[in-house]
Protein backbone atom coordinates (compact mmCIF):
# COMPACT_ATOMS: atom_id res chain seq x y z
CA UNK A 1 0.00 0.00 0.00
CA UNK A 2 1.39 3.71 -0.89
CA UNK A 3 1.78 5.32 2.12
CA UNK A 4 0.74 9.01 2.47
CA UNK A 5 3.28 11.05 4.53
CA UNK A 6 2.40 14.41 5.15
CA UNK A 7 4.56 17.54 6.67
CA UNK A 8 3.57 20.58 7.73
CA UNK A 9 6.59 23.78 7.15
CA UNK A 10 9.37 23.48 5.15
CA UNK A 11 12.07 24.20 7.65
CA UNK A 12 15.31 21.96 8.23
CA UNK A 13 13.15 19.56 10.39
CA UNK A 14 10.99 19.29 7.72
CA UNK A 15 13.61 18.82 4.80
CA UNK A 16 15.59 16.16 7.07
CA UNK A 17 12.47 14.15 7.90
CA UNK A 18 11.65 13.79 4.18
CA UNK A 19 15.22 12.89 3.38
CA UNK A 20 15.07 10.12 6.10
CA UNK A 21 11.44 8.94 4.64
CA UNK A 22 12.66 8.94 0.87
CA UNK A 23 15.76 6.44 2.10
CA UNK A 24 13.72 3.94 3.66
CA UNK A 25 10.66 4.21 1.35
CA UNK A 26 10.80 5.01 -2.21
CA UNK A 27 7.60 4.95 -3.48
CA UNK A 28 5.56 6.61 -0.43
CA UNK A 29 3.68 9.72 -1.24
CA UNK A 30 5.69 13.04 0.12
CA UNK A 31 3.79 16.00 0.56
CA UNK A 32 4.78 18.89 1.96
CA UNK A 33 2.19 22.02 3.01
CA UNK A 34 4.16 25.18 3.64
CA UNK A 35 3.19 28.98 4.05
CA UNK A 36 6.43 29.56 2.87
CA UNK A 37 7.22 29.32 -1.21
CA UNK A 38 10.94 29.60 -1.45
CA UNK A 39 13.20 25.73 -1.49
CA UNK A 40 14.54 24.70 1.45
CA UNK A 41 16.76 27.77 2.80
CA UNK A 42 19.05 28.14 5.52
CA UNK A 43 17.73 30.28 8.47
CA UNK A 44 21.19 30.94 10.04
CA UNK A 45 22.45 32.08 6.69
CA UNK A 46 19.97 34.77 6.72
CA UNK A 47 22.13 36.84 9.00
CA UNK A 48 24.73 36.24 6.50
CA UNK A 49 22.94 37.55 3.62
CA UNK A 50 21.63 40.00 5.65
CA UNK A 51 25.32 41.68 6.46
CA UNK A 52 26.55 41.22 2.33
CA UNK A 53 28.78 38.19 3.84
CA UNK A 54 26.71 35.62 1.18
CA UNK A 55 24.56 36.15 -1.72
CA UNK A 56 21.09 35.08 -1.80
CA UNK A 57 21.69 31.73 -3.73
CA UNK A 58 23.85 30.43 -1.12
CA UNK A 59 21.41 30.20 1.71
CA UNK A 60 19.16 27.39 -0.47
CA UNK A 61 20.87 23.83 0.77
CA UNK A 62 19.81 21.55 -1.74
CA UNK A 63 20.38 21.61 -5.48
CA UNK A 64 17.41 21.34 -7.97
CA UNK A 65 18.58 17.89 -8.60
CA UNK A 66 18.55 16.84 -4.72
CA UNK A 67 14.81 18.38 -4.62
CA UNK A 68 13.43 16.37 -7.53
CA UNK A 69 15.00 13.16 -6.51
CA UNK A 70 13.03 13.80 -2.92
CA UNK A 71 9.45 13.41 -5.10
CA UNK A 72 8.26 15.67 -2.69
CA UNK A 73 4.46 17.18 -3.76
CA UNK A 74 4.27 21.20 -2.46
CA UNK A 75 1.50 22.93 -1.37
CA UNK A 76 1.80 26.51 -0.91
CA UNK A 77 -0.65 26.98 2.02
CA UNK A 78 -1.25 27.35 5.73
CA UNK A 79 -2.18 24.49 7.66
CA UNK A 80 -5.43 25.78 9.53
CA UNK A 81 -6.75 22.54 11.43
CA UNK A 82 -6.12 18.53 11.45
CA UNK A 83 -8.61 16.22 11.87
CA UNK A 84 -6.74 13.50 13.65
CA UNK A 85 -9.57 10.99 13.85
CA UNK A 86 -10.33 11.81 10.03
CA UNK A 87 -6.70 11.54 9.65
CA UNK A 88 -6.98 14.97 7.18
CA UNK A 89 -5.04 18.19 7.25
CA UNK A 90 -7.50 21.50 6.40
CA UNK A 91 -5.56 24.57 4.49
CA UNK A 92 -6.35 28.04 4.22
CA UNK A 93 -6.89 27.54 0.65
CA UNK A 94 -9.85 24.85 1.63
CA UNK A 95 -8.04 21.98 0.75
CA UNK A 96 -8.17 18.98 2.48
CA UNK A 97 -5.31 16.66 2.55
CA UNK A 98 -5.61 13.06 3.99
CA UNK A 99 -2.32 11.49 5.40
CA UNK A 100 -0.91 8.17 7.05
CA UNK A 101 1.55 9.93 8.90
CA UNK A 102 1.75 13.40 9.63
CA UNK A 103 4.77 15.82 11.00
CA UNK A 104 4.27 19.00 12.28
CA UNK A 105 7.66 20.98 11.58
CA UNK A 106 6.22 24.34 12.33
CA UNK A 107 8.93 25.83 14.00
CA UNK A 108 9.11 29.08 16.11
CA UNK A 109 8.09 32.53 15.67
CA UNK A 110 9.96 36.02 17.14
CA UNK A 111 7.64 37.41 19.80
CA UNK A 112 6.25 40.33 19.46
CA UNK A 113 6.53 43.59 21.32
CA UNK A 114 4.28 45.17 23.57
CA UNK A 115 4.71 49.20 23.11
CA UNK A 116 2.14 51.83 22.24
CA UNK A 117 2.40 51.65 18.33
CA UNK A 118 3.89 47.80 17.74
CA UNK A 119 1.36 47.60 14.67
CA UNK A 120 3.52 50.51 12.59
CA UNK A 121 4.86 49.92 8.85
CA UNK A 122 8.24 49.53 9.63
CA UNK A 123 8.26 47.31 12.57
CA UNK A 124 10.14 44.38 11.22
CA UNK A 125 11.19 40.77 12.82
CA UNK A 126 13.29 37.92 11.40
CA UNK A 127 11.71 34.93 10.84
CA UNK A 128 12.24 33.73 7.35
CA UNK A 129 13.68 34.60 4.02
CA UNK A 130 10.97 36.99 2.98
CA UNK A 131 11.29 39.46 6.15
CA UNK A 132 14.68 39.31 5.34
CA UNK A 133 13.81 40.94 2.02
CA UNK A 134 11.73 43.07 3.54
CA UNK A 135 14.54 44.61 6.33
CA UNK A 136 17.14 45.09 3.33
CA UNK A 137 14.15 47.00 1.37
CA UNK A 138 13.56 49.59 4.08
CA UNK A 139 17.69 49.48 4.82
CA UNK A 140 17.58 50.93 1.03
CA UNK A 141 15.77 53.93 2.12
CA UNK A 142 16.42 54.22 5.35
CA UNK A 143 18.50 56.67 6.92
CA UNK A 144 18.29 55.53 10.65
CA UNK A 145 17.13 52.23 12.13
CA UNK A 146 17.00 51.06 15.81
CA UNK A 147 16.81 47.32 17.49
CA UNK A 148 15.88 46.00 20.37
CA UNK A 149 16.42 42.57 21.86
CA UNK A 150 19.24 40.69 23.49
CA UNK A 151 20.60 37.18 22.41
CA UNK A 152 22.34 36.12 18.78
CA UNK A 153 19.22 37.69 16.47
CA UNK A 154 19.82 40.92 17.24
CA UNK A 155 23.23 41.48 17.04
CA UNK A 156 22.79 40.63 13.83
CA UNK A 157 19.91 42.68 12.86
CA UNK A 158 21.92 45.94 14.01
CA UNK A 159 25.35 44.29 12.30
CA UNK A 160 23.23 43.35 9.20
CA UNK A 161 21.43 46.71 8.86
CA UNK A 162 24.32 48.70 9.81
CA UNK A 163 26.62 46.72 7.00
CA UNK A 164 23.58 48.14 4.59
CA UNK A 165 24.34 51.60 5.54
CA UNK A 166 22.11 52.52 7.73
CA UNK A 167 23.17 54.22 10.88
CA UNK A 168 21.79 52.26 14.12
CA UNK A 169 21.16 52.58 17.47
CA UNK A 170 21.23 49.55 19.52
CA UNK A 171 18.60 49.36 22.44
CA UNK A 172 19.31 47.67 25.53
CA UNK A 173 17.42 47.33 28.45
CA UNK A 174 19.34 45.61 30.77
CA UNK A 175 23.04 46.94 30.96
CA UNK A 176 24.94 44.94 29.78
CA UNK A 177 24.73 42.41 26.02
CA UNK A 178 23.31 38.73 26.30
CA UNK A 179 23.84 38.55 30.02
CA UNK A 180 22.61 35.43 30.72
CA UNK A 181 24.98 33.21 28.70
CA UNK A 182 28.28 36.10 28.30
CA UNK A 183 29.78 37.04 31.64
CA UNK A 184 31.04 40.80 32.64
CA UNK A 185 33.77 40.79 30.94
CA UNK A 186 32.46 38.77 27.49
CA UNK A 187 29.40 41.32 27.18
CA UNK A 188 32.13 44.24 27.68
CA UNK A 189 34.14 42.96 24.91
CA UNK A 190 31.34 42.72 22.12
CA UNK A 191 30.03 45.73 23.40
CA UNK A 192 33.00 47.89 22.91
CA UNK A 193 33.68 46.22 19.29
CA UNK A 194 30.08 47.16 18.14
CA UNK A 195 30.87 50.28 19.45
CA UNK A 196 33.92 50.50 17.44
CA UNK A 197 32.36 49.48 14.09
CA UNK A 198 30.01 52.91 14.87
CA UNK A 199 27.36 51.23 16.40
CA UNK A 200 25.30 53.76 18.72
CA UNK A 201 24.57 51.09 22.11
CA UNK A 202 22.82 52.45 24.46
CA UNK A 203 22.15 50.09 27.63
CA UNK A 204 19.13 50.69 30.25
CA UNK A 205 16.87 51.84 27.54
CA UNK A 206 13.71 50.67 25.81
CA UNK A 207 11.35 51.71 23.97
CA UNK A 208 7.75 53.06 25.34
CA UNK A 209 6.48 54.54 22.22
CA UNK A 210 6.93 53.87 18.22
CA UNK A 211 5.37 57.40 16.98
CA UNK A 212 4.17 57.41 13.69
CA UNK A 213 2.55 58.92 10.95
CA UNK A 214 0.11 57.92 8.22
CA UNK A 215 0.74 54.16 9.53
CA UNK A 216 4.50 54.61 9.27
CA UNK A 217 7.16 54.35 12.17
CA UNK A 218 8.96 57.95 12.35
CA UNK A 219 10.29 57.99 15.83
CA UNK A 220 10.63 56.03 19.10
CA UNK A 221 9.71 57.68 22.37
CA UNK A 222 12.79 55.93 25.08
CA UNK A 223 12.45 55.55 28.93
CA UNK A 224 14.79 57.96 29.14
CA UNK A 225 12.61 59.94 27.30
CA UNK A 226 14.89 61.21 24.59
CA UNK A 227 13.04 60.90 21.05
CA UNK A 228 15.27 58.98 18.43
CA UNK A 229 14.20 59.26 14.91
CA UNK A 230 13.46 56.49 12.50
CA UNK A 231 12.79 54.38 9.53
CA UNK A 232 13.01 50.87 10.74
CA UNK A 233 12.38 49.48 14.08
CA UNK A 234 13.78 45.84 14.36
CA UNK A 235 12.74 43.82 16.98
CA UNK A 236 14.57 40.21 18.24
CA UNK A 237 12.91 40.06 21.96
CA UNK A 238 13.11 36.15 21.80
CA UNK A 239 11.29 33.52 19.91
CA UNK A 240 7.90 31.01 21.00
CA UNK A 241 7.27 27.57 19.46
CA UNK A 242 4.66 27.42 17.03
CA UNK A 243 1.94 25.42 18.77
CA UNK A 244 -1.07 26.99 17.82
CA UNK A 245 -2.36 24.65 14.91
CA UNK A 246 -1.44 21.59 17.41
CA UNK A 247 -3.25 23.05 20.40
CA UNK A 248 -6.42 24.56 17.82
CA UNK A 249 -6.63 20.46 16.71
CA UNK A 250 -6.25 18.64 20.32
CA UNK A 251 -3.02 17.42 20.84
CA UNK A 252 -1.05 18.09 23.83
CA UNK A 253 1.71 20.88 24.14
CA UNK A 254 3.03 22.94 27.15
CA UNK A 255 5.49 25.43 25.78
CA UNK A 256 6.43 23.21 22.57
CA UNK A 257 4.36 20.75 20.84
CA UNK A 258 4.36 17.96 23.79
CA UNK A 259 6.12 14.78 21.89
CA UNK A 260 7.80 11.57 23.75
CA UNK A 261 11.34 10.30 23.00
CA UNK A 262 9.94 8.79 19.69
CA UNK A 263 9.13 12.28 18.79
CA UNK A 264 4.85 11.07 18.47
CA UNK A 265 2.86 13.42 19.53
CA UNK A 266 -0.25 12.69 21.69
CA UNK A 267 -2.41 11.83 18.90
CA UNK A 268 -1.77 8.68 16.67
CA UNK A 269 0.51 8.76 13.69
CA UNK A 270 1.06 12.47 14.17
CA UNK A 271 4.58 13.39 15.13
CA UNK A 272 6.82 16.77 15.99
CA UNK A 273 10.12 17.65 15.28
CA UNK A 274 12.38 20.54 15.50
CA UNK A 275 12.13 24.06 17.16
CA UNK A 276 8.13 23.03 17.63
CA UNK A 277 8.52 20.11 19.72
CA UNK A 278 9.22 19.74 23.24
CA UNK A 279 10.65 16.88 25.19
CA UNK A 280 9.83 16.63 29.32
CA UNK A 281 12.93 15.33 30.82
CA UNK A 282 10.83 11.84 32.73
CA UNK A 283 13.02 12.79 36.04
CA UNK A 284 12.27 16.54 36.21
CA UNK A 285 8.94 17.18 34.15
CA UNK A 286 11.21 20.14 32.72
CA UNK A 287 12.29 20.66 29.46
CA UNK A 288 15.34 22.90 28.44
CA UNK A 289 14.06 24.70 25.00
CA UNK A 290 16.40 25.20 22.44
CA UNK A 291 16.23 27.00 18.85
CA UNK A 292 18.99 25.47 16.98
CA UNK A 293 19.55 24.62 13.83
CA UNK A 294 21.63 20.84 14.16
CA UNK A 295 18.55 20.06 16.82
CA UNK A 296 15.99 20.06 14.80
CA UNK A 297 17.78 18.50 11.88
CA UNK A 298 18.35 15.42 13.86
CA UNK A 299 14.90 15.57 15.23
CA UNK A 300 13.83 15.60 11.91
CA UNK A 301 15.87 12.77 10.92
CA UNK A 302 14.03 11.07 13.90
CA UNK A 303 10.59 11.85 13.10
CA UNK A 304 10.93 10.85 9.51
CA UNK A 305 12.54 7.37 9.97
CA UNK A 306 9.93 6.58 12.80
CA UNK A 307 7.08 7.43 10.38
CA UNK A 308 8.16 4.81 8.08
CA UNK A 309 7.99 1.95 10.91
CA UNK A 310 10.75 2.64 13.07
CA UNK A 311 11.53 3.13 16.50
CA UNK A 312 14.58 5.09 17.20
CA UNK A 313 14.56 6.93 20.05
CA UNK A 314 15.29 11.01 19.83
CA UNK A 315 18.76 11.07 22.34
CA UNK A 316 19.68 15.32 22.97
CA UNK A 317 23.10 15.78 21.89
CA UNK A 318 25.00 19.29 24.27
CA UNK A 319 23.35 21.82 22.67
CA UNK A 320 26.35 23.54 20.76
CA UNK A 321 26.60 26.68 18.58
CA UNK A 322 29.50 29.01 16.93
CA UNK A 323 28.19 32.03 16.01
CA UNK A 324 30.01 35.93 15.04
CA UNK A 325 29.64 38.65 18.22
CA UNK A 326 30.83 41.39 16.57
CA UNK A 327 33.17 39.77 14.15
CA UNK A 328 34.37 37.38 16.99
CA UNK A 329 34.35 33.84 16.87
CA UNK A 330 32.25 32.25 19.95
CA UNK A 331 31.29 28.82 20.31
CA UNK A 332 29.18 28.13 23.46
CA UNK A 333 29.05 24.43 24.62
CA UNK A 334 26.50 23.18 27.38
CA UNK A 335 25.97 24.93 30.58
CA UNK A 336 27.63 28.28 31.05
CA UNK A 337 25.44 30.55 32.37
CA UNK A 338 26.90 34.13 32.44
CA UNK A 339 25.65 35.19 35.75
CA UNK A 340 22.38 37.33 35.29
CA UNK A 341 19.10 36.86 34.33
CA UNK A 342 19.00 38.90 30.58
CA UNK A 343 16.22 41.49 30.77
CA UNK A 344 16.36 42.17 26.86
CA UNK A 345 14.55 38.32 25.83
CA UNK A 346 10.79 37.54 27.01
CA UNK A 347 12.40 34.20 25.85
CA UNK A 348 15.05 31.57 24.16
CA UNK A 349 16.41 33.29 21.23
CA UNK A 350 17.61 32.02 18.02
CA UNK A 351 20.66 30.20 17.61
CA UNK A 352 20.20 29.41 21.47
CA UNK A 353 19.62 26.66 24.18
CA UNK A 354 17.94 27.29 27.63
CA UNK A 355 21.08 24.97 28.48
CA UNK A 356 23.49 27.47 28.55
CA UNK A 357 21.33 29.57 30.89
CA UNK A 358 22.11 26.67 33.59
CA UNK A 359 24.84 27.98 35.89
CA UNK A 360 26.96 24.39 37.55
CA UNK A 361 28.62 24.77 41.01
CA UNK A 362 31.90 26.46 40.08
CA UNK A 363 33.08 28.68 37.15
CA UNK A 364 36.79 28.93 36.07
CA UNK A 365 37.88 32.14 33.85
CA UNK A 366 40.62 31.34 32.20
CA UNK A 367 41.80 34.74 30.33
CA UNK A 368 44.44 33.93 27.19
CA UNK A 369 44.45 37.53 26.12
CA UNK A 370 42.36 40.57 24.80
CA UNK A 371 39.85 38.56 23.68
CA UNK A 372 41.14 35.01 22.62
CA UNK A 373 39.32 33.66 26.00
CA UNK A 374 38.08 30.34 27.44
CA UNK A 375 35.19 30.06 30.40
CA UNK A 376 34.94 26.60 31.89
CA UNK A 377 32.14 25.28 34.36
CA UNK A 378 32.74 22.79 36.11
CA UNK A 379 30.30 20.13 37.94
CA UNK A 380 30.74 17.83 40.12
CA UNK A 381 33.32 16.07 38.12
CA UNK A 382 33.20 16.15 34.88
CA UNK A 383 33.44 19.81 32.80
CA UNK A 384 29.46 21.35 32.43
CA UNK A 385 29.99 23.63 29.71
CA UNK A 386 32.51 25.69 27.92
CA UNK A 387 32.91 29.37 26.06
CA UNK A 388 35.28 29.81 23.59
CA UNK A 389 35.81 33.16 22.19
CA UNK A 390 37.98 34.16 19.24
CA UNK A 391 40.86 31.27 18.97
CA UNK A 392 38.32 28.47 18.20
CA UNK A 393 41.48 25.76 18.53
CA UNK A 394 40.50 23.93 21.41
CA UNK A 395 36.79 24.00 20.76
CA UNK A 396 36.61 19.83 19.33
CA UNK A 397 38.11 18.71 22.26
CA UNK A 398 36.22 20.62 24.87
CA UNK A 399 33.39 19.12 23.13
CA UNK A 400 34.09 16.02 23.66
CA UNK A 401 35.12 16.32 26.76
CA UNK A 402 31.64 17.66 28.06
CA UNK A 403 30.21 15.20 25.18
CA UNK A 404 31.59 12.03 27.30
CA UNK A 405 31.55 13.60 30.47
CA UNK A 406 34.97 12.70 31.08
CA UNK A 407 36.19 12.88 34.53
CA UNK A 408 38.36 16.03 35.23
CA UNK A 409 38.38 15.91 38.87
CA UNK A 410 42.54 14.63 39.38
CA UNK A 411 43.07 17.47 36.66
CA UNK A 412 41.55 19.83 38.08
CA UNK A 413 44.21 21.97 38.80
CA UNK A 414 45.73 21.66 35.40
CA UNK A 415 42.49 22.59 34.05
CA UNK A 416 42.68 25.72 35.81
CA UNK A 417 46.04 26.90 35.70
CA UNK A 418 47.56 25.42 33.23
CA UNK A 419 45.04 25.03 30.14
CA UNK A 420 47.11 24.95 26.99
CA UNK A 421 49.67 22.72 28.45
CA UNK A 422 46.89 19.81 29.08
CA UNK A 423 44.50 20.30 26.62
CA UNK A 424 46.73 18.68 23.54
CA UNK A 425 47.07 16.09 25.66
CA UNK A 426 44.01 15.48 26.43
CA UNK A 427 42.95 15.89 23.09
CA UNK A 428 45.53 13.22 21.80
CA UNK A 429 43.95 10.78 24.59
CA UNK A 430 40.58 11.43 23.70
CA UNK A 431 41.20 10.51 20.13
CA UNK A 432 42.83 7.10 21.25
CA UNK A 433 40.06 6.49 23.30
CA UNK A 434 37.37 7.26 20.25
CA UNK A 435 39.65 5.12 18.03
CA UNK A 436 39.65 2.19 20.53
CA UNK A 437 35.55 2.39 20.59
CA UNK A 438 35.16 2.35 17.28
CA UNK A 439 36.93 -0.25 16.22
C1 LIG B 1 18.19 34.93 11.78
C2 LIG B 1 18.34 33.57 12.38
C3 LIG B 1 19.57 33.19 12.90
C4 LIG B 1 19.73 31.93 13.46
N1 LIG B 1 20.96 31.56 13.90
C5 LIG B 1 21.17 30.31 14.34
C6 LIG B 1 22.49 29.86 14.69
O1 LIG B 1 23.45 30.62 14.68
N2 LIG B 1 22.64 28.57 15.09
C7 LIG B 1 21.59 27.70 15.16
O2 LIG B 1 21.80 26.55 15.51
N3 LIG B 1 20.34 28.10 14.84
C8 LIG B 1 20.10 29.37 14.44
N4 LIG B 1 18.84 29.78 14.10
C9 LIG B 1 17.71 28.89 14.43
C10 LIG B 1 17.48 27.80 13.42
O3 LIG B 1 17.41 28.37 12.15
C11 LIG B 1 16.20 27.05 13.79
O4 LIG B 1 16.41 26.39 15.03
C12 LIG B 1 15.80 26.03 12.74
O5 LIG B 1 15.67 26.64 11.48
C13 LIG B 1 14.49 25.36 13.12
O6 LIG B 1 14.04 24.56 12.08
P1 LIG B 1 12.56 24.00 12.03
O7 LIG B 1 12.50 23.17 10.80
O8 LIG B 1 12.19 23.43 13.32
O9 LIG B 1 11.63 25.30 11.84
P2 LIG B 1 11.65 26.47 10.80
O10 LIG B 1 12.92 26.52 10.04
O11 LIG B 1 11.23 27.69 11.53
O12 LIG B 1 10.51 26.07 9.74
C14 LIG B 1 9.16 26.08 10.08
C15 LIG B 1 8.35 26.16 8.81
O13 LIG B 1 6.98 25.87 9.06
C16 LIG B 1 6.16 26.80 8.37
N5 LIG B 1 4.85 26.79 9.03
C17 LIG B 1 4.57 27.02 10.33
N6 LIG B 1 3.27 26.84 10.60
C18 LIG B 1 2.69 26.47 9.41
C19 LIG B 1 1.35 26.14 9.04
N7 LIG B 1 0.36 26.14 9.92
N8 LIG B 1 1.12 25.83 7.76
C20 LIG B 1 2.12 25.82 6.84
N9 LIG B 1 3.40 26.11 7.14
C21 LIG B 1 3.69 26.44 8.42
C22 LIG B 1 6.96 28.08 8.47
O14 LIG B 1 6.53 29.05 7.54
C23 LIG B 1 8.36 27.55 8.16
O15 LIG B 1 8.55 27.36 6.80
C24 LIG B 1 18.65 31.03 13.52
C25 LIG B 1 17.41 31.41 12.98
C26 LIG B 1 17.26 32.68 12.43
C27 LIG B 1 15.93 33.07 11.84
Not at 252 to 268: E, F, H, M, W
Not at 341 to 367: A, F, H, M, Y
Not at 383 to 388: D, E, R
Request: hydrophobic share 40%.
Amino acid sequence: MLVRYVIIGSGIASLSAAEAIRQRDSTGRITIISEESHDFYSRPGLAYYLRRDIPEKQLFIRSAKEIRELALERIHSQAIHIEAKQHQVQLENGQIVPYDRLLLATGALASSPSFTGNHLRGILKLDGLDDTHQLISRARKAKRAIVVGGGITALELAEGLHARGVKVAYLLRGDRYWSDVLNEEESKIVMDRLKHEGIDLRIKTQVEEAIGSRGEIQSVRTNQNEILPTQLLAVAIGVKPRIDLAQRSGLATKRGILVTPYLQTSARDIFAAGDCAEILDPQTGKSQQDILWPIALAQGRIAGANMTGEELVYKKEIPFNVTMLAGLKVAIIGQIGGGSQNDDLVSVSRGESETWRLLPKTILVESLDQINRIRLAFGEKSLQGALVMGDQRWVRVLKKLILHQVDVSAIRGALTNNLHQILPRLEQKLNEWEHRNKT
